[in-house]
T-cell receptor, first 117, second 112 residues
C-alpha cells in the first residue's frame, strides 16, 4: 500500500541557515511526488513536483528536492531560510489506485517549520 | 485571474443542521476533490469527481454528500450524520487525476 512518512513533525532553524525537511514514501508503482506549503488558515501551494524526469527538482522560493529511489526518499531543502518560510509543509505521493484506475494523492502528516530570527 | 474559490471562509453550524460548502474553479479542470484537514493528521479525501455528473467516495465519505452538475462547481454538504464535522475543509482541482492538484483557500467549519 502507498504511504508517506514525514520524519519530523516540527523543525526549527535560524534565519539564513539551511532547511532540510525529510520525506520517505512507499509505492507499488512509479509514483509522482510533490511538496506543498501551507500558511496558517490558507490553502496548499505547490512548491515542486517530481514526475520521473530529472531526479533533482527545483521549485519556487529557492526550494529543491531530490528523488532517491534506492532510499525511497524525497527530502526538501533550501540553502538559506527566510522568515517567510515559516509554515507547514506536506509531502505527497500520487499513485495509481488499481481498484479505481485513478491516481490518488496520499498526504504525509506535515512538518511545521519554525524560523528563528 | 484563474483559480479556485471557496465560500464561506468561516462557517458555524448548530448540531443537527446540514450545511453546504461552496467550491468554484475557472481553470477548466475536469477533476475536483474535497479534503478534510484535522491537526496532526494531514489531509483526508472525502469525495472526488473526475467528470461532470460523476463522483466517487473517498476515504471518509460518511456523513457527507456532493454534486457535480457543472464543470466549474463541486459543492459539499456536511449532513447531521457527520459525527465530528469541526475541521478545515479544502477543495482542489486538477486537469486529470494524474496531474498536480491546485487548492482553494479553505473553509473552517465549527459546530457549536
Amino acid at each position: 500500500a502507498q504511504s508517506v512518512t514525514q520524519l519530523d513533525s516540527h523543525v526549527s532553524v535560524s534565519e539564513g541557515t539551511p532547511v532540510l525537511l525529510r520525506c520517505n514514501y512507499s509505492s507499488s508503482y512509479s509514483p509522482s511526488l510533490f511538496w506543498y506549503v501551507q500558511h496558517p488558515n490558507k490553502g496548499l501551494q505547490l512548491l515542486l513536483k517530481y514526475t520521473s524526469a530529472a531526479t533533482l527538482v527545483k521549485g519556487i522560493n529557492g526550494f529543491e528536492a531530490e528523488f532517491k529511489k534506492s532510499e525511497t526518499s524525497f527530502h526538501l531543502t533550501k540553502p538559506s531560510a527566510h522568515m517567510s518560510d515559516a509554515a507547514e509543509y506536506f509531502c505527497v505521493v500520487s499513485d495509481l489506485d488499481p481498484t479505481s484506475g485513478t491516481y490518488k494523492y496520499i498526504f504525509g502528516t506535515g512538518t511545521r517549520l519554525k524560523v528563528l530570527a | 485571474d484563474g483559480g479556485i474559490t471557496q465560500s464561506p471562509k468561516y462557517l458555524f453550524r448548530k448540531e443537527g443542521q446540514n450545511v453546504t460548502l461552496s467550491c468554484e474553479q475557472n481553470l477548466n479542470h475536469d477533476a475536483m476533490y474535497w479534503y478534510r484537514q484535522d491537526p496532526g493528521q494531514g489531509l483526508r479525501l472525502i469525495y472526488y469527481s473526475q467528470i461532470v455528473n460523476d463522483f466517487q467516495k473517498g476515504d471518509i465519505a460518511e456523513g457527507y454528500s456532493v454534486s457535480r452538475e457543472k464543470k466549474e462547481s463541486f459543492p459539499l454538504t456536511v449532513t447531521s450524520a457527520q459525527k465530528n464535522p469541526t475541521a478545515f475543509y479544502l477543495c482542489a482541482s486538477s486537469i486529470g487525476s494524474y496531474n498536480e492538484q491546485f487548492f482553494g483557500p479553505g473553509t473552517r467549519l465549527t459546530v457549536l
